[in-house]
């Protein structure tokens, strides 16, 4: 983990609440796929923890949905501003365990992730399926990211108003060797009960701290209880409890 500076280059709308925002700056820390950064906004005591979907040298890619005023106040700050960044958080997909054939779920803001993460995998040489689940076909984004690096993509709406009607796991096929996945809980359980092979899993959860100090994300797993924010969060597919 560091503290960093970063500068906002980007701040855009991809669809009516949902933004992507890239700063630039020192991001070394940043090593694998699914980690994430946390970030501090002048009045508010608790940072804001946000997957990183897009790397390079020196800028990241962050994809939030405007839910309350802290991301609210996010999605009205210009280019040239800067962030205190906590930068190097979470364990990330380790993608030695994938296979030949991964299959990648995301669901609404859990899609991000898959971004960086199908970029790693496709760069290692594997064929990277990749679901989208969204409500409707306006809260879609980032399809045409994915088949730009290569991924084949399906998209699934829960109202039918584009792509396949359902949610992802309407979209599984048999022809996969790990899953990864990121969403709400709802969805992490539904793909877990659905999928007939390992897999990665990787939670949302309020973090108070966001680096292990607080344990206000403890959850418990099959070895006993895990912090989400440092020892998740990603989860392997054999340790999950689920809670009734």
């Known amino acids: 983990m560091k503290q960093v500076i970063l500068t906002i280059t980007e701040n855009i709308h991809l669809t009516e609440n949902v933004m992507k ?26 940072r804001r923890p946000i997957s990183v979907c897009d790397l390079t040298d020196n800028e990241v890619t962050i994809i939030y949905k405007v839910v309350g005023h802290g ?13 205190d960044t906590l930068v190097g958080l979470g364990n990330g997909y380790d993608t030695s365990l994938t296979g ?13 992730p898959m971004f960086l993460l199908a970029k790693k995998l496709i760069g290692e040489g594997k064929k990277v399926s990749v679901v989208l689940g969204f409500n409707t076909k306006a809260e879609v984004f ?3 990211e ?5 991924a084949d993509v399906t998209v699934t709406t829960a109202d039918g108003s584009y792509g396949v ?46 680096f ?21 969060p ?7 409890l689920w809670e009734d």
């Not at 060797?177 to 969805?187: F, K, L, V």
């Not at 292990?212 to 998740?232: E, F, N, P, Q, V």
């Not at 990603?234 to 999950?240: D, H, Q, S, Y």
């Open 100 to 112: 030949d054939r991964p299959l990648l779920l995301g669901g609404g803001v859990g899609v991000p």
């Open 146 to 150: 994915f088949k730009a690096i290569g």
């Open 165 to 210: 009607k359902g949610f992802v796991t309407n979209a599984l096929t048999e022809n996969y060797t790990h899953i990864c996945t990121c969403g709400p809980e709802p969805m992490l359980k539904a793909v877990y009960k659905a999928c007939k092979t390992s897999g990665q899993f990787s939670f949302e959860e309020r973090m108070g701290c966001g």
């Open 234 to 240: 990603v989860m392997k597919k054999e340790e999950i």
């Open 21 to 46: 925002m890239r700063l630039s700056g020192d991001l070394g820390e940043i090593k694998n796929p699914g980690e994430f950064i946390n970030l501090k906004l002048d009045g508010y005591y608790l």
């Open 212 to 232: 292990g100090a607080c344990m206000g994300c403890s959850c418990k797993t099959i070895t006993g209880y895990k912090r989400i924010c440092k020892d998740g």
């Open 142 to 144: 980032y399809e045409e």
């Open 71 to 83: 991301t609210e106040k996010m999605s009205e700050m210009k280019v040239g501003e800067t962030l």
